[in-house]
């Protein structure tokens, strides 16, 4: 929508990875990621390769998107290509950030699921090995509990698919 577009230029230069890190679901907080190691994979990653991250999520999670970005900032994190769009998406700009995304990396969530109906490039990182979570397909990879190295690992799998990075 016109509404995103102001919030959402676009840099080509970059590669678009929408982060949902989610979960504001009531009883659902055991499904987020833990911050500390999100914030250590993106770090990382970052170091390799220049990327623009888009927080996503609903109203009541952008005091979780504060929180991962203080634990970012504080492990030497550079928030400059950083943005959080928690509370100011409805659910048909959401759909359209998505696909603006060359990657999206989420929990299992209705994002997640939204990004895996779209074929956006997906990564989705789940705390237990629940089967009825994980989807199937060359454009999504689940990661149960990840340590940096299997992080890594998707990235690479989703950047070796395409020379148009990623999508």
């Given at each position: 929508s016109s509404d995103l577009a102001k919030i959402l230029p676009v840099n080509k230069e970059l590669i678009r990875v929408g982060l949902n890190i989610g979960?504001?679901?009531?009883?659902?907080?055991?499904?987020?990621?833990?911050?500390?190691?999100?914030?250590?994979?993106?770090?990382?990653w970052m170091k390799i390769q220049p990327i623009e991250i888009i927080l996503t999520g609903a109203p009541n999670e952008r005091e979780i998107n504060q929180k991962f970005l203080e634990i970012f900032i504080a492990s030497g994190g550079d928030e400059k290509f950083m943005r959080d769009c928690a509370g100011q998406t409805d659910?048909?700009?959401?759909?359209?950030?998505?696909?603006?995304?060359?990657?999206?990396?989420?929990?299992?969530?209705?994002?997640?699921?939204?990004?895996v109906a779209l074929?956006?490039?997906?990564?989705c990182w789940l705390n237990s090995?629940?089967?009825?979570?994980?989807?199937?397909?060359?454009w999504v990879r689940c990661l149960v509990n990840p340590n940096?190295?299997?992080?890594?690992?998707?990235?690479?799998?989703?950047?070796?698919?395409s020379s148009k990075n990623f999508k």
């Open positions: 979960c504001g679901t009531f009883g659902a907080s055991h499904k987020r990621m833990p911050l500390d190691k999100l914030a250590e994979c993106f770090i990382r659910i048909l700009d959401l759909t359209a950030l998505i696909e603006t995304c060359n990657l999206f990396v989420t929990t299992d969530s209705g994002p997640y699921h939204m990004a074929k956006t490039p997906t990564i090995n629940d089967i009825t979570s994980i989807h199937n397909h060359s940096i190295y299997d992080f890594m690992e998707a990235v690479s799998y989703f950047k070796d698919l």
